[in-house]
């Protein structure tokens, strides 16, 4: 199974103003995804990302809104721009692991928790 | 896009009882999982299971891949394995989740 790690863990933040998480994976990975799960609710898929192109966003994301960055096959970051409250969620990074199967198991971050004031 | 339903959306059990969880998805699939988020909530991998059945200690799983639905049964709950339970399936690349059963577990 992969490592992960996101920083920050949990965050309060003023509206208008952006946060950037880091997710660090403990081996190199191709593809990297970022999820978003609002209070209450399932978790729903932000965007893929790929080393050395523009990340992928699903449809009700965009990338003014959350920006990605994949500057290695070990490290992502999402921004989470001009916050307001219902951007209030937990934040996600998930990455394929290795197994045995033609598609490989996918392991979660621990998440950020941010709230928006 | 694909549509993953899971039932029932709660579940109240008394120590000691058994339960199954069902999931059932609309399109074939290329990967299935199940995922226990606990109270803190960290998502915690159950089991990979595209096809067939697997087992792990109280917990089994078992997906009919070409009737597209999926069952994990929990045997002799304990009040640790309270929280949502998801089923998530991979009709691409990434992982598309159903709604989640919560499971509360009382002593």
């Known amino acids: 199974s992969a490592v992960i790690s996101q920083k920050p863990s949990r965050d309060i933040c003023q509206r208008g103003t952006s946060l950037t998480i880091q997710c660090q994976v403990d081996?190199?990975?191709?593809?990297m995804f970022w999820y978003r799960q609002q209070p209450g609710q399932s978790l729903t898929l932000i965007a893929t990302?790929?080393?050395?192109?523009?990340?992928?966003?699903e449809s009700g994301f965009v990338i003014d809104k959350f920006p990605i960055s994949r500057p290695n096959l070990t490290f992502s970051t999402l921004t989470v721009s001009n916050m307001s409250p219902e951007d209030s969620s937990i934040y996600l990074c998930s990455v394929e692991g290795r197994t045995s199967g033609m598609f490989d198991e996918q392991f979660f971050g621990p998440g950020t928790r941010l709230t928006v004031l | 896009g694909i549509q993953v339903e899971q039932s029932p959306p709660d579940l109240i059990l008394q120590e000691g009882a058994n339960s199954t969880l069902r999931c059932n998805f609309s399109?074939?699939?290329?990967?299935l999982q199940w995922f226990h988020q606990n109270p803190w909530g960290q998502l915690i991998n159950l089991f990979y299971i595209p096809s067939g059945t697997k087992q792990n200690g109280r917990l089994s799983a078992t997906t009919v891949a070409t009737e597209r639905y999926s069952l994990l049964y929990i045997s002799s709950s304990q009040t640790t394995d309270s929280g949502v339970y998801f089923c998530a399936v991979v009709p691409r690349n990434a992982l598309i989740f159903g709604k989640g059963t919560t499971l509360s577990v009382s002593s």
């Open positions: 990302a790929n080393q050395g192109s523009e990340a992928t966003y």
């Open positions: 081996s190199q990975v191709t593809m």
């Open positions: 399109d074939s699939v290329n990967n």
